[in-house]
Every structure is written in C-alpha cells, then in structure tokens.
DNA sequence: CTGTTAGCGCATTCAA
DNA sequence: TTGAATGCGCTAACAG
C-alpha cells in the first residue's frame, strides 16, 4: 500500500478536501496561506507520497524547468575525455549545481537544436560547436545563451586574449632568429585530418585557432625568424592519436624544428612522448610550448612551459554569467606556466 | 519578419487553415494522412519557422521525453574528471546519440531523485549512488532504471566478477608466502576521509570494494600470507591527493611493503609516482597492480598491470540495456593487463 | 487567506 | 481522411 497511487496535485486535493490551488500554494508559495495550513498540507502529502507538483506539468506552464543545456563543440564522446573540456564542466556544474540548475549535455554536432530548446531554459556553450547550423540556431533562438571560446552576439561570453597569449608563450620559447620552428594548430582548417596548412587563406577565420596562429606569427616575425607554410600543422582535434601524427610528422621534417608550439597541451604532451622516442632531448635539443594548462602539464616530465587558461574558473564565471542574465562578455586573464619544457 | 512568431500547433492549424491534429499527424503519424498533403503541411511549416510540436507539451501529454538521467555516483566534479566515468560515458553516449535520447547529468549526491523524475523516461546508473536515500528512490520509481557496478532488484545490471578479478590479479602480484602486502582500497568504509581499516567489520558490505577485498585476502591466504589488519587503507575516493596520503603511509610504514594491490588504476598511479620519489625500484622492490585499465595504465612507466574492465564496452551495455528494456542482469568479461609494474 | 477557472501546447479518441 | 472535444498536471488571476 505504500506505492498506493499516483497522485497529482488535484487528487491530492480532493484527498485533502482543499483546493488543488491551496496544495499547489503550499509548495510553491508560502505566503499565500498560514503556516500552520502549510505545515499540515505538506506534512500530509509526505505521509501519502505526494512529492511535489509534476515537474513536467510544471515546466509547461512556467515555461522554466531549471534544466539548461550544456552545449560541447563536438559529440559527448570526444569533449567528456578532453581534460579542458572536463574542467570547464567541473566549473559549470559546481555553480549550476549550487542554483539547482541540471546540466543537459548536447552535442555541438548535433543537427539542430530543436529536440531539446522547449526542455531547457537555455543553453551554456563550452567551445564553438563544429556544426555552424547550431550556431546560426542559437543566435535566432531567444532562450538565453551563454558562450566560452566564441562568440555570439547579444549573449554574454568568456574568452582568454589568445592572440596576445599565443605572442607571450611564442617570445618565450623563440631564442634566436636562427630557430627552426614548427606549428602544431588545433582545428585551423575546416578539415577532418591531420595535415600541413600551406595556404594561410585556408585557415577559418575568428576562430580560436586564427588568433593564436596571429600571436605565433608575429612572435616569429618580430623575433627575425620566417615560419614556412609547410611548418604549420593542422590538427582536427586534441587526441593522442591525431597529435602524434602530426608531431612525427614535423619531427622527422627537414630541417629538423627545435622548436614546437603547441596549441594544446595535449597536443604538446604528444610530442613530448615523441620527442622521447626518438631520443631528443627537452629542451635542449627541442622546445615545446603547449597551451591550456590542463593538470597533466605539471606532473609529465619534464613539465611543460605553456598558457594557464585558468578553466575551471571559466566555467564558473560562464555558468554565473547565466544565472545572473549577465549580458557583456568578458575577456579573462591568463597566465603563463612556467615548465621545464622551454 | 524571419522571426515572426511563435507558433503552437492550434496557431499554425489556423494560419493553414487545417485543424490541429491534422498537423500534429503530419508530424507524428504520417499514415494518418495523404502523402501528398503531408509533405504540404511540412513544407509550409518549415516556411513558417515552426519547427514542430513543443517537445515539453509532447513529453507531459506523451509521458515520453526521450531524455535520461545519468546518475553519476557522486558529484559531477568529480565524476567527469574520473577517467573511469569518463570512458564510460563516452560508452554510454555513443549508444544513446544513436537512439536520440539526450542525457541529464544527475549526482549521486544529491538529496532526491524528485527534481529530474518527471522529466526524465528512466535512469542510467554509473555505479552505486553515495547518497543511499537516493537508491532507495531508485527502487521504489516506477520508471526504468539500469545500473553499473551495483545492482537493484528487477533492474538489468552490468558489473565484473570483482571478486574473482581481485583473486587473479593478487595471486600475480604475490610471489612467496615472504611478501609483504599492503591493499590501498576505494571507498571500504564510510568515510570521507583517508585511513587505515584496523576492523573488517567496519567494511561496508555488498559493494565493489568490499568483493574485491574479499578476493585480495583470499588469494593472500592462499599463498599463505597473512595481512595483518593495519595493512589495509581506506580511500575515500580515486584521486590524486587521497590516494598519495594513503600511499605515503603504506610506503613509510615498517615493514616497508613489497606489494601494494590497489583498488583502482588512479590509485596505482599515485603509488607509482610515491615509489619514484622514494627511489623505491618498480617492480624489484615494489610490485603495483591496479584496477580498472584506464588509458594511463598503458601509458605510465612502467606500465601497470592492472585488471581491464572495460569501462566503454560496460557504458555500452548498460544503455543498450535501457532502451532494449532488458531486465536481467549481466556479468560481463574482464581480462588481465599485463604491465611493467608487477 | 481560500477556492474557482482558464489556459500552457499538445495527442488522442470519436464522429463525421 | 479530417475536425471538435477532452484532459495530461499544473499555475496565476481573480473573486470570494
């Protein structure tokens, strides 16, 4: 007798012999009735296992559900073993949590947003989702949105200057006009394989990518040094196995490049374990920047000198940004580690 | 004018001066009219920008949402961050992208399962939540429910032979009836804190780490090693900072062990990293194995030698098991990892 | 302070 | 094949 009914707020009424309107009250509102009322209505719902109005009902009628969606740039598969992207979510969730908000996951590759926009009260975006149509949809919905990493307008945003980060980690790990230098870029092309950039149009423009690729080249330029169009690596996503390709690739180029910038850390990590293998020292004979400054960074050996995003902070001040209606974006500070790579 | 409106179904029934129904079986259930006018309705729809019936209205009337809650066993902090979790929602998703049902992360930590139920077609577990009024919730719903690692009457499971995996890998990593052992365990008692066992009793019983104790000790005795009580640590839970206290008390303890049977890769890691910094030889003067088979365990060195779960293939199951409505449980296979470190 | 009522947007009978 | 009516479970006005 215990999984006795169903109920709903209006046999929970009629059960009580008050109105469905003073239930209803009795959770949502209390200064709408006495508190003694309220105490005895709420204390007989929990004796017959009523919890609380249907939240789906409820949802319906507030248009609010306190579910939002958590947009990744790419498929669940990839972004919840990115060490970034997992930080940033530890960020979100830990303010989202706190406003008893739930995390819907979403992938950036998804089709359209329209399966899941009436369940949510709107959308955090962690990274620019790789299917531009969910972008164009975003902009047109009129939910709230927030972004990391790009932009939208009218929404607010959080984003490091990569441009100046990239210039900073780049100087660092130039020494002499004489360096060899080699560029392994993250996502620079609208490309699903890992391969050398050549042609500079090709790369996407506003991207994350393009304005780090900025900072390195200017660094470069300023430093006397002229990095060839065949010394620019794409890669189209940050995994072991893409990275590698690319770091073999460069190592065993000629000339040999003696120095790497990486425009992840786990892309730097790659070529660190492939610097290994083929018994190059670090740094004496190979410098290597990355950029992120996931955990990792700081315990492999040696550690690596690279751009501290700071993103678990990110991911807190993006999710507050949401819950406060926030509207500006903001540009967040970086800082550099300093590693034992360079 | 792109953005006109925003339409319902009645408001676009009568712009197309059809009724609504008709428009809603254009979208749900196409044999219910003529092709050809089908096709009209649609199109003129997608002219209009209505993207189709209102998915929270569809879900209260339906009773259907197509989202799922994953029910992490603790925080989402931590859970995202845990390599373990992360494959196996990555399992997990890769099947649930496929049958377009959206995941809602939900904490084991929570206070109840009543904030998401109504909105949710049924729960996937990811281990045992640490809140256990929320598997009480688990039982007594009426919605599906599968679980990983813990089981719930009528529920289908997915879940190892701890025991017997625990057996296997201590009897390779115990040598002589000479060796002295330590066991470094996740979560055997309850506490949140980092300590020594002392009292078998206090061991919490059914759970993961209480079946592969069983196993460490039996094959222990079996090769006739007794350990004694202050042998055995509790970790509160598999990261970084616990799991080094833990080992840096087993390691400076006297006698120093010889072989340390860890109850989780993390764990393992983190003993290795205590081991180099003591100078401690890997495996000559310490064996480590470890539990799980994540990623890292092949790329450290030495590598470990570790119990392979195969925590993407169980996330697999498991969903499949959810939208199969399956309802028997599973043991699934693991296989020996053989590492450097034992 | 309490109860009545009209929708939120939709899917499903049941007639036509 | 189509259309009118009913209610999924709830909340917000408003009236008492």
Redesign the interface.
């Known amino acids: 007798m ?2 006795k009914k169903n109920w709903t707020l209006k046999s929970i009424a009629q059960k009580l012999n008050v109105s469905s309107a003073t239930v209803s009250n009795a959770f949502n509102r209390p200064d709408q009735l006495s508190k003694k009322r309220r105490n005895e209505i709420l204390a007989a719902c929990a004796e017959l296992g009523y ?2 109005p ?7 009628r507030k248009g609010k ?3 939002v969606a ?1 947009v990744l740039s790419d ?3 990839y972004m ?2 990115d ?1 970034v992207a ?2 940033v ?2 960020g979100v ?2 303010i989202t ?1 706190k406003h ?1 908000i ?6 950036g590759s998804s089709d ?1 947003i ?6 949510v009260d709107g959308f955090i975006c962690i990274g620019a989702p790789t299917n531009p149509q969910i972008i164009k949809e975003l902009n ?1 919905t ?1 939910k709230k949105v927030v972004t990391m990493d790009f932009a939208i307008e009218g929404c607010a945003s959080v984003m490091i200057d990569n441009q100046q980060a990239a210039y900073e980690i780049a100087k660092r790990a130039i020494n002499s006009a004489n360096d060899r230098i080699a560029i392994l870029g993250l996502r620079l092309l609208d490309i699903e394989q890992t391969c050398r950039v050549y042609n500079l149009d090709d790369v996407l423009d506003y991207t994350v990518a393009s304005h780090r690729l900025k900072g390195y080249l200017q660094a470069a330029t300023e430093s006397g040094v002229e990095i060839a169009h065949d010394r620019i690596w794409n890669i189209p996503e940050s995994t072991q196995n893409t990275a590698v390709i690319a770091a073999r690739e460069a190592l065993s180029s000629n000339p040999q490049p003696n120095v790497l910038l990486c425009m992840s850390d786990r892309i730097a990590l790659a070529a660190l374990n492939e610097a290994n293998r083929l018994g190059l020292r670090v740094p004496e004979d190979l410098r290597i920047v990355g950029f992120d400054g996931i955990e990792e960074s700081r315990n492999c050996s040696p550690s690596l000198t690279t751009v501290c995003q700071h993103s678990e902070e990110k991911g807190r001040l993006i999710a507050e940004f949401f819950v406060n209606d926030t509207q500006e974006g903001q540009v967040t500070p970086y800082t550099i580690q300093e590693g034992g790579s360079c």
């Open positions: 215990e999984t919890f609380g249907n939240k789906a009902a409820q949802s319906l559900s306190n579910i958590l498929n669940l598969e919840i073993t060490p997992s930080t979510i530890t969730s830990s949590e008893g739930h995390l819907l996951l979403f992938a359209s329209n399966s899941v926009v009436d369940f047109a009129d």
